[in-house]
């Protein structure tokens, strides 16, 4: 089971190195718009981070001897699926404009179709949720709370960073602006 488990941490690493240059795409065919690149000095450690998390998995599932616990690992088999559905789900609303840093782009159109229909964020939502349910399928807890718990707080300067600049632009205020960030209202 450790086995199979490796091999995922090994596959989400690759698909997040595959994201980054269909993002790298996206940000150069943007740029070629007329679109600026916002500076953010997070987002290194947002990089960081996640790889740490997937690595800090790993180690702590082999030094630990971390168990795999059935009810748990399907419960965060599930959360993690969830999570890549709606990642996915994002990526392709988005498409052309998808990346993993924070571009000035509301000005090529607001995108309020998929998930957006309903929150402003849904990618940090299914990045939260994924993070946190990675590591808590092989019970590497102290990595999923650790992780978490920082991922959250990188995430609070970016978004303040990418609200700042998304919110400045009058059409995306206006169609976004009422939205929650990450949770739908339930009524």
């Known amino acids: 089971m450790t ?18 240059q269909v993002s790298r795409r996206n940000q150069r065919a943007l740029q070629e718009q007329g679109v600026s690149k916002i500076h953010e000095p997070h987002f290194r450690w947002m990089v960081l981070l996640h790889a740490g998390i997937l690595g800090g998995a790993a180690l702590e599932v082999l030094l630990l001897h971390r168990p795999v616990i059935p009810a748990l690992a399907i419960s965060m088999g599930a959360l993690f699926t969830f999570a890549n559905i709606l990642r996915w789900w994002v990526i392709r609303t988005l498409a052309g404009y998808w990346n993993v840093e ?12 998929g998930p957006y229909r309903w929150v402003r964020h849904p990618n940090y939502v299914a990045v939260v949720a994924e993070l946190f349910a990675l590591p808590m399928m092989h019970t590497a807890w102290i990595t999923a709370l650790v992780g978490t718990a920082a991922h959250l707080e990188i995430l609070r ?13 009058p059409a ?6 009422t939205k929650p960030r990450f949770l739908p209202k339930l009524f």
């Open 3 to 20: 086995h199979a488990y490796l091999a995922l941490l090994a596959a989400v690493a690759i698909g997040r190195l595959l994201e980054l």
């Open 102 to 113: 924070v571009m000035a782009s509301a000005r090529m159109g607001v995108v309020t179709s």
């Open 157 to 169: 300067r970016r978004v303040s960073v990418e609200d700042g600049v998304l919110m400045s632009n």
């Open 172 to 177: 995306y205020r206006a169609s976004m602006g």
